[in-house]
């Protein structure tokens, strides 16, 4: 029983500080001296340089590799470079609208993937499976700002029942900052839907060929209860792969959605880092990416020994 | 009356006829055999009585079951029927149940939905029903999964759960074929037991006419989708006024030709030699680096075989039998002792140092259905272990070396440019023979060659191995659960129990007279139709 999650924690946790050294060195590796950039082309080499020290840089490799995992761990992530605010305060004000939207994105591909899933798998090759199918398959090849921007022309523009775009912030309300959010979820939710949606239905349809299918069908539970009762419970762990898989995309890889949606979030505040060099910041928030994207995986394997009980005490 | 009914059924599955006017009545209290070949119809017709039949197919005649018209029943009044008039055992216990639900809730699951019952009334119901079937409740309590169990255990859960409601049709559709011969006794024993409690039919279904024979009161035989020939099952079996029923009753008993076994002209020197072979395998985890007792497959094993000679290895399931064959192909290293094949050292060898032994020898599989990849064809699967040879063959050598390796089991070189899906269980078989002699080897390790096929396949591959074995002086370690496979072909036997060898000796000696508890158990559980067939003429006079 406790096999199984402890070596799973375990792994994750390498991963972590094998990632960490992975980021701290691919940013060592990348041209551009901090020290430099605050200061400007007309800086002298001593400016620089006392700076360089201020700022740590001038340590040894391995020190600075320690300080810096030793802030993560604490919280603190430093000094951006450009803003010269503390990392913490800048990630958690972006956090603030990713993660949500995040997780009603997720929520709603989930509502909509699931459903539609086990339509399809229990009418494969009829009419209600090849309508399903084909429109998911639209929504595997139209790309998301195209989505969004449709979105905004019917209930921004014509039906004005949600702003078009911007973000007033938490404190305005939850139910503006929710209205706000609406059409970015959907638009990003749609797509992974629709992938989703097929990665349910052939997964159902697999397990819908088992003797076991057969066997509680031969007890006389009707087709549809033998849907639920024993077939969509089997056909989870592929579905909950692709979920956490597609949480790490919907919290970092939304960058367009943000620029259309003129949303002050995490992909938008490492696209500025970025063209900034504030090299603190990327660090930092890939770091957290990294993070996030291993705890969602880890939890992701932990489910899938609460969904089979083969997986429990099992290494 | 009959409580089931079949008049002048037909099936078609899209357009082609899968069973013709068929006609079968099971009595209550009766045990009626349904006995053919791959392909005959039989698990079809037990499909159409649950109907349960696969998309696009189209019944026309009559099924009554307890006076209730099935071909004329909607799916809704169907689903009251299944589970509660009729329940089903099917053949492959392994993958029968649900491996994310308890057993009692598996077997509760049908008492809840037919009779409305609580979940701790239909719970105390499922755990009667698992202590009638033999599993009782201090070792299988309801909360057990099926990955916990063995087999046997899971067929018995399988049967527990077509019972549960005491249903007054039971049809089992080769209940035992995955099963060894002691499991196998043991479920056609509490069949019967549970058959004679609730005056209950049963439709069983087999390729076994030992088996059959054993168990039936009636026996109705089927061949292409038709009824050959249909009566009492001792008067049908020995009478055999059809000539297919005579050549299924041969083929059963059939025993190739083995002129002389070139073991005993030649020389002594021993092929393979065997010594104090030890496979363990760690216990699963009882904590955070820490491992269980760990399992011993393999106890100390030593045995030498000749050149020519063609030796069985039999055990129960999970004797270790297939194990101890892994670790002669060198598929698997032993935890200690070694292996010596024509005096070379394998166990203590790298891959790359390992050509020359795989080169002499080579492995048939049970399943000629799973080992060819379907996507290529016969030529590239057959010349595969070519790769062993010292200097690569060129194109030409290499399809003349196939050519003559499928004119050695009986397949022309034309089949060379066709896929495995093109050809039947039996040829399958044939073509894994080929590609097994294609390198010339001097030893065969053959686990379960035949037991997948029917009875009348079975034969002719047997003979061909013994064609083989005579012509080509191929050894064979024969490992199987089936002694009459054993007696029609090897000159002595190894019986395999807990991982240790507790017999050997020449085949038909053991056979007669076996001394250890585990070769006397084997012997007594294997069916054999003659047994059968007396025991049978006895009863029925």
Known sequence: MIAYPARRIAIAIVTLVLASIVVFTMLEIVPGDPARIMLGMNASAEQVAQLRHQMGLDAPLLLRYLHWTGGLLKLDFGQSYTYSVPVIDLVAERMAVSLPLALIALALSTI?????????????????????????????????????????????????????????????????????????????????????????????????????????????????????????????????????????FLLAGTIIIENVFYLPGLGRLVFQAINQRDLIVVKSVVMLLVAIVIVVNLLVDLSYALVDPRLRGRP | MSLLEIDNLSLNIGDQPILKDIDISVAPGEIMGLVGESGSGKSLTALTIMQLLPFGAHTTGRVTLGGIDILATDEERMCLLRGKEVGMVFQEPMTALNPLKTIGEQVAEGIRWHNRASRAEAEEQARIMLDRVGLPAEKFPLSRYPHELSGGQRQRVVIAIACALKPKLLIADEPTTALDVVLQVQILDLLRDLVTENRMGLLLISHDLAVVTEMTDRITILRRGEVLEAGKTAETLSRQRHPYTRQLAQASMHVPQRPVSPAQEKNHTPLLVVESLTRDYPGSRTAWLRHGEPLRAVDNVSFSMLAGQSTALVGRSGCGKSTLARMILALDRPSAGTIRFRDETI???????????????????????????????????????????????????????????????????????????????????????????????????????????????????????????????????????????????????????????????????????????????????????????????????
């Open chain 2, 347 to 541: 166990t203590d060898k790298r891959e790359h140092e390992l050509k020359l032994a795989r080169r002499g020898m080579q492995a048939v599989f049970q399943d000629p259905y799973g080992s060819f990849d379907p996507r290529q064809k016969v030529e590239r699967l057959v010349t595969e272990p070519l790769h062993l040879l010292e200097k690569a063959p060129s194109r030409t050598e290499r399809r003349n070396m196939a050519e003559d390796a499928l004119a050695e089991v009986g397949l022309i070189p034309s089949d060379l440019d066709k896929y495995p899906h093109e050809f039947s269980g039996g040829q399958r078989q044939r073509l894994s023979i080929a590609r097994a002699i294609i390198t010339r080897p001097k030893l065969v390790v053959a686990d379960e060659p035949v037991s997948a096929l029917d009875v009348s396949i079975r034969a002719q591959i047997l003979d061909l191995l013994a064609d083989l074995n005579s012509r080509l002086g191929i050894a064979y370690l024969f490992i199987t659960h089936d002694l009459t496979v054993a007696r029609a072909i090897t000159d002595d036997v190894m019986v395999m129990h807990a991982g240790r060898i507790v017999e050997r000796g020449a085949t038909k000696e053991i056979l007669d007279h076996p001394q250890s508890e585990a070769a006397q158990a084997l012997v007594a559980a294997a069916p054999d139709l003659h047994r059968a067939l007396a025991r049978k003429l006895q009863e029925q006079g």
């Open chain 1, 112 to 248: 909509i993937a699931i459903p539609v899933g086990l339509y399809s798998a229990s009418r494969r090759g009829g009419t209600g499976d090849t309508i399903a199918m084909g429109t998911a398959q639209l929504g595997v090849a139209v790309p998301n700002f195209w989505f969004a921007l449709l979105l905004i022309y019917l209930f921004a523009v014509w039906l004005h029942w949600v702003p078009a775009g911007g973000f007033p912030g938490w404190d305005a309300g939850i139910g503006l900052a929710l209205k706000s959010l609406a059409l970015p979820a959907l638009a990003l939710a749609l797509p992974q839907a629709a992938i989703l949606a097929r990665v349910a239905r052939s997964a159902l349809i697999e397990v819908l060929s088992e003797d076991y299918i057969r066997t509680a069908r031969a007890k006389g539970i009707p087709r549809r209860a033998v849907l639920w009762r024993h077939a969509l419970r089997n056909a989870m762990i592929p579905v909950l792969t692709i979920m956490g898989l597609q949480f790490a």
